[in-house]
């Protein structure tokens, strides 16, 4: 298994930015897909973006889809989620994922999907 450390998370105001960081060690990066899911207080763990391993295709929520962005640098085994007009539902707990070498997850995968999990780094989007 990879193991995955996330970093950035913090408060913003709505509207603000954050980038949050996952830094992967433990097996070739660039042959697995990874994802971002966050998870809010009293609610399941959700989707919110993914990423193949090259970085060429990528997917999102639709509830994220044009103020977030997800990348990667496979040189420095390192996964990003630039967060844009964050809005107060936002707030949650973000966790990255890593799914096992050359698995195929689709654009909407379910967290079960993913071998891999960081600890999570909190978001907080105050209105």
């Known amino acids: 298994q990879v193991q995955l450390v996330e970093s950035g998370g913090g408060l913003v105001q709505a509207g603000g930015s954050l980038r949050l960081s996952c830094a992967a060690s433990g097996r070739t990066f660039s042959t697995y897909a990874m994802s971002w899911f966050r998870q809010a207080p009293g609610k399941e763990r959700e989707f919110v973006a993914v990423i193949s391993g090259s970085g060429s295709s990528t997917s999102y929520a639709d509830s994220v889809k044009g103020r977030f962005t997800i990348s990667r640098d496979n040189a420095k085994n390192t996964m990003y989620l630039q967060m844009n007009s964050l809005k107060p539902e936002d707030t949650a707990v973000y966790y990255c994922?890593?799914?096992?070498?050359?698995?195929?997850?689709?654009?909407?995968?379910?967290?079960?999907?993913?071998?891999?999990w960081g600890q999570g780094t909190q978001v907080t989007v105050s209105s």
């Open positions: 994922a890593a799914a096992d070498p050359g698995r195929f997850v689709g654009r909407l995968p379910e967290a079960r999907l993913f071998a891999s």
